[in-house]
């Protein structure tokens, strides 16, 4: 039995899902949220409701914050009514919310001026995953603080991820939440292409599927090529530049926009005026990176993504 | 066996691979190329030289072409000295570079003049996958020319796609060719934001590869979703837009240029001011559609991805 | 002689200029900064120091904020310190510096509570125009406020243009910026293009200066055609289009990234994928707006630039 | 009186006023085209016809194409048909066409193999401008081409500019006409943006033109500032950078897609990554020169622009 006392503010559509979870499972929850309702439904469940953050803060041990914008959190955590200046030392504030990393940075900074610290654990999944327990988080906190709070995200999901100190979860979903919507708008755009084209969709399904178009560029190909440090060529820059001039050129005969495509076509020019032309398609990784002054990436030796 | 006499003009890194698993496997092959050694190498096979596409068009009934660009396929097909003037009636050629489209629908309309047809059959996966006979075929063509290109196929290669009519293999590789550019681009700005935010890189990847980001979406949450009509949200466009201005936030106060990232935020802010906020985040690809007078893309009903 | 005082928070490096002009031209002025040789020089001018808001606010009756963010400003007139809770009914809060048009409206807002009101005045030009009392101010103010404003920022400035009501002043300015920071990047592609082709710099910037590439089109072109409802053709959307596709192929060739160009030929491709290809190439504003549902301009009947 | 016999060949919608201008100003004129209604109205005018390149070749020294792509250029310039295989030694193809510069490459390499010689000069302004012989021409020819074919110019427009040696009139024009291309989209951008705000198009208009947005940039700042070697800001990449996040963030709040905006905003976030935010904005230009390692761009000391 675990026992902290937990706040929870932000019973949303997400959040009282997950406050929900806690309870079931056992933790002492102390609840707030503006809506009245959402509050009645914890309670009946088994939590206790709070009006007020002050006296939230000086009960609990661990105070969940689940709301939708830096402002709001800022708005709990600090000021004369807030969560740092009425906690006990010690108290962890762990956000769920997804804001700004450098709201978690100040955020932070203001925990350690009272001796309290904060875990950020953004969520990953749909709502229907909060329901049924399954959620993913991304964490970062300190050891220590990772084992405080470990039960309580496995009590509300089923994938825990410690990504580093204290603000790389948030960073960690900002990565992640790039891709995932960058892929959807990406399949957006092959999709209208193939649909021009006139090209049967389940057949172009079937293809998208089976090749490495399919992202395990980043399970397979990544990790023995670039981020091993190893670009001679499987398929080269230049090849893969002429390919998307061909795409781009069949798209603006068939009437096609496709912003992304141009944004990507013109990275590659990039690499090609910087003399990486004939380096393997991966190796775009270590160009963008150069131009940045970012230092490269690689994997350790010896990893493998399982 | 295989009674055809088959051509092969174009003998470089791809070509020579797969004329050579055609002639280990029995076909009887008569062969081309400006580099006598590739040649030689053939002969040495099995094959027959040939120093005039004229004389090989009368000796072959299947013709296969693996060349650099449209330029060199169509001074072979074309003209009095070419394939269509000199061979007989019912002849197929198949070409397997990657070229333009519209220059194998020029291709096919000739060949028609001839009472001839043309296969569209470009070359997925990578040079070594053509030597162990391992390569993808994306395949345009009639059911009756697929159906004798098919064995010549399967000797060269490992997963053979009948797309449709001619000019369908092309266009297919066009569209699959856009996603794996594309992902190697997005890969390569979600990896150099993670390194210039200090993330862990075996972290970032354990996140990236367990979770939608990964192109699980085209698998899974498209074909569930927008591709049968279905943008009840799960995640909205809306929080799409929103995540995509914390990246895009972030990436600037760390100076991390994220040029595909900052289109795919138009794109989505294109579809917010059409009203498309609150649908779910596959449904850009409807938004795109419409924007471009494009039919939106639907699976029939009980397409599953296997 | 003007017989308001007048506050003045914040003298930066644009800020000391403008408040040393008002000095000089006999204002009576109370300043305030973080920096005490700023203020000491001011002093020196003739101005009255104060270290606090809540006294400044209490003592003027127009308080110019030149502040670097909306943080800033928003911290000097909210709160119990600031000048809203301080200043007496009637007063004057007039913004020049450059901010969020969204922070300007909730300060418009909690100055109407106050029995207040709000002028955004922010600041064209260079440092080196508000030293010589040259700089250009875009006024979002009502007429009553902006008569009272306009001795101030005609001792301030040599052009003063009043856009509307309050909030207009900001958001003319990021349109006026958008424009002026997206010219230098096209100017730098451009350049970038004709070093690449080995271009003579003389004689390039002689044609661009010479026709109307030159920003003509906004005084001359776009007026008497979308501007006026005119789209019938002089350069088509078709035309524009193409040559985008030749300049593109040109610097893929000679590989020069061009961002920006690559964007554009979208924007014209989906101009043309809804049939407006054959329509005046200044009609993209239409398509533009029809795209995102946003009125199409117009100028009124009988407009000219002069 | 010119003693030269010139071919006019492509009588379209400006060539024929072109030809038209040639004609009436005493040229001896030969023309071609497939239209014989435009080809009777030179006539008539005056022009003999001309039915057959090799003739018209034979008979001609300065050989005018205006044809609508580098396909039909070349059709009529090369082969046994062609202009070069039938002209005599010394004969001009002056190409007014806009086409690829890479074929204009072609086309000289060939003429010289027969002792001959190309000028490319494409053409400015509109049709109208052509009727009344107010053309601008953008020519790329060696001295001796150049004298021999101005006085035709000066027949058919209003200015010429000599830009070098064959091949870079069409390279200028391409420079220049990406320059009018794209600001006609930023201008449709700015314009889109204004009317979301609810700003008044006429004093939009006026602010616009009144500032350095418009295009004094070229003519003012860029050859004082950058172009000379002079980087301290006036106004520097890290202020203009932060004008654009304001610009797209009141855009993303507004739902006005603008991806020209977001492109350049990228493009000033890897000149910061380069650690050139504090040089002036004018300085992108070198920064991307640098990063595509192109030469930057210098006026010669002492030029100016007029």
Chains 1, 2, 3, 4 share one sequence.
Not at 33 to 51: C, E, K
Not at 56 to 69: E, K, S, Y
């Amino acid at each position: 039995m675990n026992t902290e006392n937990i706040g929870f503010i932000g019973l949303g559509r997400m959040g009282k899902s997950m406050a929900s979870n806690l309870v079931k499972k056992g933790f002492r929850l102390m609840v707030m949220d503006l809506n009245p309702r959402a509050v009645t439904d914890l309670v009946r469940l088994g939590a206790r409701a709070s009006g007020d953050v002050a006296q939230l803060a000086r009960d609990c041990t661990i105070v969940i914050t689940m709301l939708p914008t830096s402002v709001e959190v800022e708005s709990v955590a600090l000021g004369a009514d807030g969560i740092f200046a009425n906690a006990i030392a010690g108290t962890v504030l762990m956000d769920m919310s997804t804001i700004a990393p450098v709201a978690t940075d100040r955020l932070q900074q203001e925990a350690i001026r009272h001796g309290m610290s904060v875990v950020d654990a953004p969520v990953g999944r749909l709502a229907e995953h909060a329901d049924r327990a399954e959620s993913l988080f991304m964490v970062g906190a300190s050891d220590a603080d990772f084992a405080r709070v470990k039960p309580l995200l496995d009590a509300m999901g089923s994938t825990v991820y410690h990504c580093g100190a204290v603000g790389t979860g948030g960073r960690t979903k900002l990565v992640n939440n790039y891709v995932a919507v960058t892929l959807c708008q990406v399949n957006a755009e092959a999709l209208a292409l193939s649909q021009r084209f006139g090209l049967d969709l389940a057949s172009t399904l079937k293809v998208l599927l089976g090749t490495s178009a399919n992202n395990g560029q980043l399970r397979l190909n990544f990790p023995n090529k670039v981020l091993a440090g190893d670009t001679t060529p499987g398929f080269t820059i230049d090849l893969a530049h002429k390919d998307m001039s061909l795409v781009l050129a069949a798209a603006h005969a068939a009437k096609v926009p496709m912003p992304v495509a141009a944004a990507v076509h013109e990275s590659f020019s990039a690499a090609r005026a910087n003399a990486c032309g004939s380096i393997d398609f991966s190796g775009i990784a270590d160009v963008i990176c150069d131009l940045a002054r970012i230092e490269r990436a690689r994997t350790p030796s010896g990893w493998s993504p399982d």
